[in-house]
């Protein structure tokens, strides 16, 4: 199903618009339930024993699981469709911001959002130049207008077809819950957002913690120009800067939290490397670093590597599959955290399941599943993947 | 999109030589699979709008995204269990 975003900057959608982006949600919903379990039970039917039978044993890897499914028709006819979903999730879109650019951009003057735009940032090439998610002009797309972030925001409401809240905001909103739960005692004072895009995962941050500042951060500046908007009008108090993760403009020592969502496989290892340095860095000593990703390669059996890998070969997210073979504890102790004080987890979607689920899995301290089928696969029951560090 | 950079290991004869992802060995396929969803998609469009008309004419409401799923399930019945 589609959904339809609850704040100020919302689309005034003609009834074609409607229809077009109900449909997209519609095919989507096929494409990564329907056609993905047919192609599963393709590789199990055919693919894997084919390779078995050429190489003496079952595929291994992400990207033998890749290699072994090529040219199969069941996956060729999910992935040719699921690009083409892809690209119709942001045509579905274009017609209606652009409509609304002048109601859009006075809206976000008359919101009067806290945005600190740097227009000397050098904005880094897998922010500005790769169209990341098939994403046309990407997230730099109409400058510091409100253009790209309105195409974001809408884009996303149809890309996740309800299964990410009605302000997007699922994810941070089942985090934040989860960690107010499993750390009562935690009770952050400054907050810090790395790679916020619109703010939607923020938000919850302030809502769960209201008494704390927080700043919220972005290569692109469009984004956060929509994102300060989205934010006033939802009467929440939060600044967005223009600045890069791994480059923080901030003095050593001075967060108590920082935080990330879906962020950390945008960026290239190097990149990567030096926004976990960067966070360990501005920390205080008993903060808390905390992201929220995609679950590694490690973790799960080759096909489900695969299918989650499938971006980065087809969905113009080149880091992602680098990102996933690498090993999130490993590469908070390169940043400086104690490897005891790391941690990861999986917390049911809020929207879905209901804080009572959440609460449960503190409550069992059953959090560790990190492997189960639903989790990082936008599609029924989904489950979300974080991890983090200490700093003591 | 030729620029993008790729994960190290990726196979050869992945995408065309404007960097667009190939699945099929006629190229021509990838882009009818587009038509055909493009086609499903419009006509969607005037499905709600025949759907409208007939609202406004007295009969009952009909939930659209019920209706939807009946008619993506039947539209692309074929390709299922490839």
Known sequence: MSVELQHGMKPDLTADEAARGRFVSGIRGLILNDLAADMKAAYDRRAAPAWERAHGRPPATSAEAHKALRGDPAFNIYSAMRVQAQKMVWASVADSVEREAGRLGAAAQAAAGKAVLNPELDVPKNVGAIEVHLMPGSYTRGGDSVEAGAVYDRGLAVFSMGLMGANLDDIGLSMARYIALRYPDFAPTRILDTGTTIGHNTLPWKQTYPDAEVIAIDAAPGGLVYGAARAAMQGQDVQFVQMCADKLDYPDASFDLVWSSMFLHELSKKQRAAALAEAYRVLRPGGLMLHMELPPNAEMSAFDGFYLDWDSWYNEEPYYKGYRDEIPQENCVKAGFAAADCFQFVVPSVGIYGEDAIAAMVASDAAEAVGQATTGRLAEGVMWFGFGAWKK | ?82
């Open chain 2, 1 to 82: 999109m030729s620029d993008t950079p790729r994960p190290d290991d990726t196979p050869p004869g992945l995408y065309d030589d404007a960097g667009n992802a190939r699945f099929f060995a006629d190229p021509a396929m990838d882009r009818f699979v587009a038509v055909v969803m493009n086609m499903a998609q419009e006509m969607w469009v005037q499905e709600e709008r025949l759907l409208a008309l007939e609202e406004a004419r007295g009969a009952a409401p009909v939930d659209r995204e019920a209706r939807l799923k009946d008619f993506i399930t039947r539209m692309f019945a074929p390709i299922r269990n490839a």
